[in-house]
């Protein structure tokens, strides 16, 4: 166990040591990381989240993006609602930041929205959030909104009215999303 252990750390070393001397881009390490939080081995997620922590995830939007998930679905540690949600507000208004990177930080805001993860539940936020992930390219965000349309969730607001038709243009909007197309037809 404690050669695991020790074998993982090495590893890590070596990811940071790669990336220093150019041989990893910053899109590489930043998969990297996300595969260690979201690994079921034994300490990988503790490993992932000190890996971000180590290289700096100020530097990069895809680094700043892995920890912020990792920081509002506690993997790899603690959960930092707080933190975890400015980091997805920064990338989110990073220009410099991929188009899909901006709108998967407008998604997981919208989550934090919409579920009061570390803030107010606020409807029309996340509802505003889903349709900015969307246009930026995140087309998974279009089930959240046609379930929202639906009215599964976000019902509660006084005055919404379920619309259906809403409903099946947010799901159209997310693609070859099967999520979206099962939806789509459950409606049909």
């Known amino acids: 166990m404690k050669l695991d252990r020790y074998l993982r750390f090495r590893a890590s070393r070596h990811v940071i040591a790669a990336n220093k001397t150019g041989f990893l881009s910053p899109e590489s390490l930043a998969a990297i990381a996300n595969a260690l939080l979201t690994s079921t081995l034994s300490h990988a997620p503790h ?16 680094w ?12 790899g540690g ?7 949600n400015a ?14 990177l901006r709108g998967m ?15 107010q539940v606020d409807v029309s936020r996340a509802r ?17 909104l046609g379930l929202f349309w639906e009215g599964l969730w976000g019902a509660d607001d006084n005055g919404f009215i ?12 997310g693609g ?7 939806r789509l037809e459950a409606l049909r």
């Open 47 to 62: 490993l992932g989240r000190w890996l971000l922590e180590r290289i700096g995830v100020n530097r990069h939007p895809a």
């Open 64 to 75: 700043r993006m892995a920890m912020a998930i990792s920081l509002v679905t506690p993997t």
């Open 78 to 84: 603690e959960a930092d609602f707080e933190r975890g």
């Open 87 to 100: 980091i997805l507000e920064d990338v989110m208004k990073d220009e410099t930041a991929d188009g899909r």
């Open 105 to 119: 930080a407008a998604a997981a805001l919208a989550d934090s929205t919409r579920l009061g993860r570390g803030m």
């Open 128 to 144: 505003s959030l889903y349709e900015q992930a969307i246009e930026l390219g995140h087309r998974a965000a279009a089930r959240n």
């Open 162 to 173: 379920p619309d259906r038709t809403k409903a099946m243009q947010s799901y159209r909007r």
């Open 176 to 182: 070859d999303d099967f999520r979206c197309q099962r």
